[in-house]
Every structure is written in structure tokens, then in C-alpha cells.
């Protein structure tokens, strides 16, 4: 019953930023853990970063300081502010939420993914 809605992908130049935006939504009282990853083609989905409920953050060691990611827990929305942009940022990005509390229990949900290209 958890549905996770993603917005902020598109077409940016190198060394440029975007914000992605997740908010997710259902019979939810609480999400433990939400994070972001990717999947570039020809490769497996890798963990971007990953937020809990307290504020506590992980970061993958290609982000090298260039991303952060924060939540609005009264919106039960994740944020992955995305600078100095590279080739190899190029990917699928996809929203998740683990550890969420709702009417019928706990669950874990992804969302569809958005499109992050970075070109010149």
C-alpha cells in the first residue's frame, strides 16, 4: 500500500546540479530508513545514501562529498541535493523507504526510478 512518487531527474551539463524528490505515501505512521540509489545500464543498482528518521546519514565513497541527502519527516519526503555532476553520474535513480510503519505493519517500498543524464 506504500507508494513512493519521484520528481527532480532530467538533462544537466557537467559539473552542474540537480535535486531529486520522493515523497512517499500510504497508511504510514513513521519510515525508519530512506535513501536513494542507481543503476547505470550494463550494471547492478548501487547505494547512493541513505537517511533514518533521526538524521543519521551514509554516503557512498564515489559520491566524494558532492551529494547530500536530507528528509522532511512531516512529509515523509527524501531530498538528494546533486552538485559538481559528472559522466559517470549517469544512471537511473531510485527512491527507497525501509523500515515503515503502517496499518498493516512494517514494509519496505522502491519507487519507479527517474533519469539523471549528464551530458554535454
Known amino acids: 500500500q506504500v507508494q513512493l512518487v519521484e520528481s527532480g531527474g532530467g538533462l544537466v551539463q557537467p559539473g552542474g546540479s540537480l535535486r531529486l524528490s520522493c515523497a512517499a505515501s500510504?497508511?504510514?505512521?513513521?519510515?525508519?530508513?530512506m535513501g536513494w540509489y542507481r543503476q547505470a545500464p550494463g550494471k547492478q543498482r548501487e547505494l547512493v545514501a541513505t537517511?533514518?528518521?533521526?538524521?543519521?546519514?551514509n554516503y557512498a565513497d564515489f559520491v566524494k562529498g558532492r551529494f547530500t541527502i536530507s528528509r522532511d519527516n512531516t512529509k515523509n519526503t527524501v531530498y538528494l541535493q546533486m552538485s559538481s555532476l559528472e559522466y559517470e553520474d549517469t544512471a537511473v535513480y531510485y527512491c527507497?523507504?525501509?523500515?515503515?510503519?503502517?496499518?498493516?505493519?512494517?514494509?519496505?517500498?522502491w519507487g519507479q526510478g527517474t533519469q539523471v543524464t549528464v551530458s554535454s
Open positions: 500510504g497508511s504510514i505512521f513513521s519510515i525508519r530508513t
Open positions: 537517511i533514518t528518521s533521526g538524521g543519521s546519514t
Open positions: 527507497n523507504a525501509a523500515g515503515v510503519y503502517t496499518t498493516a505493519g512494517v514494509r519496505g517500498s
